[in-house]
C-alpha cells in the first residue's frame, strides 16, 4: 500500500539519535562543505524559513546572528535578496526527503555537523551535494570573477548546499 506523507506527518514525529563523531570533524572525505551550519544561518538560506521550529536541537550560538523568519518565507533574508528553492511539498512528492530528517538536506547537514552518522543516508546526501558542482561550474563558465549580480538565484541555490558562491 502507497501511503501519502504530507509535510505535517513528517513534522510531527519524535526523533532521538546517537553522535557518534565530534561536533565540525571526521567527515567524509568526498563532503567537503565550505560554509557550516551556523555560517548559513547567518549568511541568509532558505528565505529565512527552515529550521525555525527546531532550534532547540542545536547550539544556541548557531541563531545567535541567523537569519530567521518563524512565520512565512522571506526571500530578503537571503544573502542574494532571491528565492532559490522548491517548497518542502516538492521535495516530499519527488521522494527526496529521508523521513527522519522531514526538512531536507539542510537538516540533514546540521545534524551530520553535530556528529550523527547514517552510513548509507551520509552516502545518498553527500552524492548529492556532489551533484551540486556542475552549479559552481556554470557560474565560473557564465559569471565574471567576483560578480554578485550575475546567476544570483544559482549563487542562492549554492548557498543552501554549502557551496560559497560568494568566492566564484
Given at each position: ?19 557518534t563523531e ?69 521535495w516530499i ?76
Amino acid at each position: 500500500m502507497n501511503e501519502k506523507i504530507t509535510v505535517h506527518d513528517l513534522m510531527q514525529k519524535n526523533y532521538s539519535y546517537e553522535l557518534t563523531e565530534p561536533v565540525g570533524k571526521n567527515f567524509d572525505p568526498l563532503f567537503k562543505p565550505d560554509l557550516t551550519p551556523f555560517e548559513m544561518l547567518a549568511l541568509g538560506v532558505f528565505s529565512g524559513k527552515y529550521m525555525t521550529d527546531c532550534t532547540e536541537e542545536f547550539p544556541k550560538s548557531w541563531f545567535t546572528h541567523a537569519k530567521l523568519s518563524p512565520e512565512k518565507k522571506n526571500k530578503d533574508i537571503n544573502y542574494f535578496k532571491v528565492h532559490a528553492s522548491q517548497p518542502l511539498s516538492v521535495w516530499i512528492a519527488k521522494g527526496w526527503i529521508y523521513p527522519e530528517d522531514p526538512r531536507g538536506w539542510f537538516q540533514w547537514y546540521c545534524r551530520y555537523y553535530m556528529g550523527r552518522r547514517i552510513p548509507a543516508e551520509d552516502a545518498r546526501q553527500i552524492k548529492r551535494w556532489k551533484a551540486m558542482t556542475r552549479h559552481v561550474a556554470q557560474i565560473k563558465n557564465k559569471c565574471r570573477a567576483g560578480d554578485m549580480s550575475c546567476n544570483t538565484r544559482q549563487r542562492q541555490a549554492l548557498l543552501h548546499w554549502a557551496y560559497d558562491s560568494r568566492k566564484l
